[in-house]
């Protein structure tokens, strides 16, 4: 028979600070013929007597009082252990390993980790990057950054900011080849697309609109590439039109290296989520890493966040 040594020496020094079976009985929320068969159990278990007892008062043996005066101590060690576990469970510390797609994890998340890590000396962070956030399961990250909703089982999944795909060219190939006038221009165009990771799927259907009216344009690349950031130095040497995440070439077109075309209009929206296994998501790191990257986000305004 299982026994609960534990609860024992805590039940023994709430009788002992009692001082008889009814008090016990009292703080304990049972009756006197449970604490006394407790009693009687722990007594058998430890083969000695630890009360001599009568019918209103027990003074303890010299057993007894051994075992009162190393109870005592041991249930204050647990106790401040479990204070001690509690504390380190809220306060951010140890390791954390981030996994995100690479040109949001090279141009936005390394700098936030920067910080991050300043503000948070005892946390380690690694950073992984996979083409589109497609981390494999076997990564064993503790979050992972990803656009568009995840259907990972069993995850936390949190939505962290929003942001928008919009078409954009360098003023070197709007010079050459002048601005579309209309969405539907863009098939005279020459257009750079991604490509999926490992089935080479080419994403050459682009969404563009406003609230009465969206297009849905197939253009035919002149190059592709499976890399974002590839699309996104082709773009900045004037090689054609693009098709990027708001995200990415927000700071481009503030310096005028690119130029937003159609910029009354609005492209595919994604979302960036932050996916977490479920035995994870209430460490008080990763608590700490989603709250200042939300921070972090709204902050620097290349997402609109949450």
């Given at each position: 028979?299982?026994h609960?040594?534990?609860?024992?020496?805590?039940?023994?020094?709430?009788?002992?600070?009692?001082?008889?079976?009814?008090?016990?009985?009292?703080?304990?929320?049972?009756?006197?013929?449970?604490?006394?068969?407790?009693l009687?159990?722990?007594?058998?278990?430890?083969?000695?007597?630890?009360?001599?007892?009568?019918?209103?008062?027990?003074?303890?043996?010299?057993?007894?009082?051994?075992?009162?005066?190393?109870?005592?101590?041991?249930?204050?060690?647990?106790?401040?252990?479990?204070?001690?576990?509690?504390?380190?469970?809220n306060?951010?510390?140890?390791?954390?390993?981030?996994?995100?797609?690479?040109e949001?994890?090279?141009?936005?998340?390394?700098?936030?980790?920067?910080?991050?890590?300043?503000?948070?000396?005892?946390?380690?962070?690694?950073?992984?990057?996979?083409?589109?956030?497609?981390?494999?399961?076997?990564?064993?990250?503790?979050?992972?950054?990803?656009?568009?909703?995840?259907?990972?089982?069993?995850?936390?999944?949190t939505?962290?900011?929003?942001?928008?795909?919009?078409?954009?060219?360098s003023?070197?190939?709007?010079?050459?080849?002048s601005?579309?006038?209309?969405?539907?221009?863009?098939?005279?165009h020459?257009?750079?697309?991604?490509?999926?990771?490992?089935?080479?799927?080419?994403l050459?259907?682009?969404?563009?609109?406003?609230?009465?009216?969206?297009?849905?344009?197939?253009?035919?690349?002149?190059?592709?590439?499976?890399?974002?950031?590839?699309?996104?130095?082709?773009?900045?040497s004037?090689?054609?039109?693009?098709?990027?995440?708001?995200?990415?070439?927000?700071?481009?077109l503030?310096?005028?290296?690119?130029?937003?075309?159609?910029?009354?209009?609005?492209?595919?929206?994604?979302?960036?989520?932050?996916?977490?296994?479920?035995?994870?998501?209430?460490?008080?790191?990763?608590?700490?890493?989603?709250?200042?990257?939300?921070?972090?986000?709204?902050?620097?305004g290349?997402?609109e966040?949450?």
């Amino acid at each position: 028979m299982a026994h609960d040594e534990t609860g024992d020496l805590r039940f023994f020094t709430v009788l002992v600070n009692a001082g008889n079976l009814t008090a016990t009985a009292r703080s304990l929320g049972t009756s006197p013929t449970a604490v006394s068969r407790r009693l009687a159990r722990l007594e058998e278990r430890l083969g000695c007597t630890l009360v001599i007892r009568n019918t209103r008062h027990f003074r303890l043996s010299e057993t007894g009082k051994l075992l009162h005066k190393r109870a005592l101590q041991i249930v204050s060690d647990i106790d401040r252990l479990e204070e001690d576990i509690a504390e380190s469970v809220n306060i951010p510390q140890g390791s954390l390993s981030i996994g995100a797609p690479v040109e949001i994890g090279r141009r936005q998340i390394a700098p936030f980790i920067e910080q991050f890590s300043r503000t948070h000396e005892k946390i380690k962070v690694s950073l992984t990057l996979a083409a589109e956030g497609l981390h494999d399961s076997t990564d064993y990250l503790d979050i992972t950054l990803r656009l568009g909703m995840p259907d990972t089982p069993g995850a936390v999944v949190t939505r962290l900011a929003s942001t928008t795909r919009v078409l954009c060219a360098s003023p070197a190939y709007i010079e050459r080849h002048s601005m579309p006038r209309h969405p539907r221009e863009l098939v005279r165009h020459d257009c750079l697309c991604l490509r999926r990771h490992k089935t080479m799927t080419l994403l050459n259907k682009w969404i563009i609109g406003d609230d009465t009216e969206t297009d849905i344009i197939t253009v035919e690349p002149r190059l592709s590439t499976t890399s974002a950031e590839i699309i996104h130095d082709w773009v900045l040497s004037g090689q054609g039109i693009a098709y990027k995440l708001l995200c990415d070439v927000q700071k481009d077109l503030k310096i005028g290296k690119l130029i937003r075309i159609f910029p009354h209009l609005r492209g595919e929206p994604i979302d960036l989520y932050a996916v977490m296994p479920s035995r994870q998501h209430s460490r008080a790191s990763v608590k700490a890493f989603i709250k200042d990257l939300k921070k972090y986000i709204k902050e620097n305004g290349f997402f609109e966040g949450t």
